[in-house]
């Protein structure tokens, strides 16, 4: 049976996300930190994009980057740095793209009778910069640009009177 | 933060302490009105009601917007329901993600039983 995935925004900073994961916390661990299997779920495919590179120095300090998009014209970039590595219980790490500072990442993987809970954390630097991404649902990720990309897509088919 | 929560939360129980701002409440959830509408229905003058409405104003159950000389009243619930339906795309980011993660997480779960088995052997 599928686990259920929870959202909530905690605080006016903060947004909480949680599941369970039906493997211990060093197979989640791996699976989060291991760039070929990270590539493999990050991008579900019902979002419709794709992922054209992922690279991951998963160490304190080290830097992350994925870029999505189809070729360089359209591609966007994520990335940023590794604050705290704790093997299979603890990852911290920044979101570096945006312009004022993004949030900051947290996730635990607290192990219990060989499922893992997975609570992924982000804390915003402003009550204004959480709002602003929700004002903007820059922050939806994948799904998100998937719109903006249909957007785009039905723009150009109705200019063209289709 | 806690501090400004129970601040917030302290406006909200204050306006809901009257029972006239309940009723405003209660004529908005229904349409919009002026400040005047209200007065009248609730039989006050035009400065009590404009008073009840700067108290729930206050507390974020009420925005209001002057368009021409009228100042009209609505609930302020808009900025929730933007955010709720925000956070559920979110959420449903996540579902999808880790729906994937479970997938992986299988074949590691499988290929660590088989190497566990060699192994052992």
């Not at chain 1, 922050?139 to 723009?155: V, Y």
Request: aromatic residues 8%.
């Amino acid at each position: 049976m599928k686990n259920r995935t929870t959202a909530e925004r905690k605080s006016e900073r903060e947004l909480v996300v949680t599941r369970t994961v039906n493997a211990p916390a060093h197979i989640v661990f791996e699976a989060w930190t291991n760039p070929e299997l990270f590539k493999r779920w990050w991008v579900p495919k019902s979002a419709g994009v794709s992922l054209r590179s992922c690279e991951m120095d998963v160490r304190v300090g080290g830097k992350y980057r994925l870029v999505f998009g189809h070729d360089d014209s359209n591609s966007m970039a994520f990335y940023g740095t590794y604050i705290e590595v704790t093997p299979h219980s603890r990852l911290v790490w920044t979101n570096e793209e945006g312009e004022d500072g993004g949030p900051v990442t947290t996730v635990t993987f607290e192990e219990k009778g060989g499922k893992t809970l997975v609570v992924l954390h982000d804390l915003y630097p402003s009550k204004e910069a959480l709002d602003g991404a929700i004002a903007s649902g820059s922050t939806a990720g994948g799904m998100n640009e998937t719109f903006e990309q249909l957007d785009e897509l039905l723009a150009t088919l109705s200019d063209k009177g289709l | 933060m806690a501090q400004y929560t129970r601040t917030r939360l302290d406006a909200s129980f204050a306006a809901l302490s009257d029972a006239t701002r309940r009723g405003v409440l209660e004529q908005l959830g229904r349409a919009d009105a002026s400040i005047s509408d209200l007065a009248e229905k609730f039989h006050m003058t035009l400065t009590g009601m404009k008073k009840h409405v700067g108290v729930l104003e206050q507390a974020g159950l009420v925005t209001t917007e002057k368009i021409g000389r009228v100042r009209t009243c609505k609930l302020g619930l808009r900025r929730l329901e933007e955010e709720a339906a925000w956070i559920e795309r979110y959420r449903q980011l996540w579902d999808a993600r880790f729906d994937a993660l479970d997938e992986v997480v299988e074949e590691l779960k499988r290929k660590e039983k088989v190497h566990g088995r060699k192994k052992r052997e």
